[in-house]
């Protein structure tokens, strides 16, 4: 079973609002990673974090900001939203290990609709 | 050319039937690859690692080829339930990289 969590599920917000995405893990793992997925399209990274105070941005350009300060927790952040932001966030983790990469574990996402 | 690539879905099939993935990599230096499952509105989960010698789990057999840079999946008696969106995913051989993720290909097993 995954110990990676994404708070909240759902949420419906207004436009203009600032929101922060949740996600934690507690597997120790030092990468970890923000998907935008829209339905029944493709993943698309709009983030990752190699470890602690590592951030980068993913192939898609996003307005949202990430910050890693601990190893288990990777927010996300929009500081205004907008209706163009309304979709699926799906966080995920993984770990490099003797020159291979293990599992990406995901969680179980936000899905945002700003209004 | 995008890094990872797999055959554009979707997939119709009858229950029954053998059906197969295949996805293409760029970064030949690439040591991990997965397939993954993502049911409707869901997120993705492992389905199986792919090993160099190849691998098989039940009705499931997946397949590298380094020299071609692909790899594949093979479904046998496809089920109702293995209907879903396949992710082909490859990871470097370097610590400083990332996963990559396929598009996915859409599969849907009809009675």
């Known amino acids: 079973e995954a110990d990676i969590y994404q708070t909240p599920r759902y949420l419906v917000i207004g436009t203009g609002k600032k929101i922060t995405l949740e996600c934690s893990q507690t597997m120790g793992h030092d990468k970890m990673y923000w998907y935008q997925q829209d339905p029944g399209m493709e993943l698309h990274l709009i983030h990752y974090?190699?470890?602690?105070?590592?951030?980068e941005k993913g192939d898609l350009s996003s307005e949202s900001t990430v910050s890693r300060i601990r190893t288990e927790h990777f927010p996300l952040t929009l500081e205004s939203a907008r209706p163009s932001h309304t979709s699926q966030y799906l966080c995920?983790?993984?770990?490099?290990?003797?020159?291979?990469?293990?599992?990406?574990?995901f969680g179980q996402g936000t899905r945002l609709t700003v209004v | 050319r995008k890094e990872v690539e797999q055959d554009p879905g979707p997939f119709n099939v009858p229950e029954g039937a053998t059906v197969a993935f295949n996805c293409t990599y760029s970064?030949?230096?690439?040591?991990?690859f997965f397939w993954y499952r993502q049911d409707c509105r869901k997120e993705p989960k492992l389905l199986m690692s792919v090993y160099s010698s190849g691998n098989e789990d039940g009705r499931f057999t997946a397949q590298l080829n380094r020299a071609s840079q692909y790899i594949s999946l093979l479904i046998r008696d496809s089920k109702l339930s293995d209907s879903a969106t396949y992710l082909c995913?490859?990871?470097?051989?370097?610590?400083?990289?990332?996963?990559?993720f396929g598009q996915g290909t859409e599969l849907s097993v009809k009675p």
């Open positions: 995920a983790s993984s770990e490099f290990d003797t020159r291979r990469y293990t599992e990406a574990f």
């Open positions: 995913v490859v990871g470097p051989y370097n610590q400083g990289g990332k996963l990559i």
């Open positions: 974090s190699y470890g602690v105070n590592s951030t």
């Open positions: 970064n030949s230096a690439s040591q991990s």
